[in-house]
Every structure is written in structure tokens, then in C-alpha cells.
């Protein structure tokens, strides 16, 4: 079980990013939102999306 966070800017495609606690790419904590704990990063991604209607996982801390 991880934490899971979601970016509240969006990126250059109009996505908020959701990464790992662990990531090395995770914003600053003003700049992110906690999603909550989980087993995998289906669920985050998915809260995140309807919360901000699209979102994407981050390519440095999940991979398909």
C-alpha cells in the first residue's frame, strides 16, 4: 500500500498528474493533493479524473 497524489496544475495536455508518494518527480506539497492510500494506481487515477475530468499517471513513477 502506497500514497497516491495528484497535481492541481495540469500539464502541457491538459492532464493533472498522479504519482507515487515515493516519486522523484512529486511537486512541492502546496502543489499536490493527497488521493488516499492504495494497492495499485488504477483507483487514484480514477478519483483524480473526477475530480478534474482528465488526468494521466506520471511516467517516472507509474508505468504501464
Not at 5 to 30: F, M, Q, W
Not at 48 to 60: D, E, I, Q, V, Y
Request: with cysteine; aromatic share 6%; proline share 8%.
Amino acid at each position: 500500500m502506497e500514497e497516491f497524489y495528484v497535481e492541481n496544475n495540469v500539464n502541457k495536455d491538459g492532464a493533472h498528474i498522479v504519482h507515487r508518494e515515493s516519486c522523484t518527480e512529486l511537486p512541492e506539497k502546496d502543489e499536490i493533493r493527497l488521493l488516499g492510500v492504495r494497492s495499485n494506481p488504477q483507483a487514484p487515477l480514477n478519483e483524480a479524473a473526477n475530480w478534474f475530468g482528465k488526468s494521466s499517471p506520471c511516467p517516472t513513477c507509474i508505468t504501464s
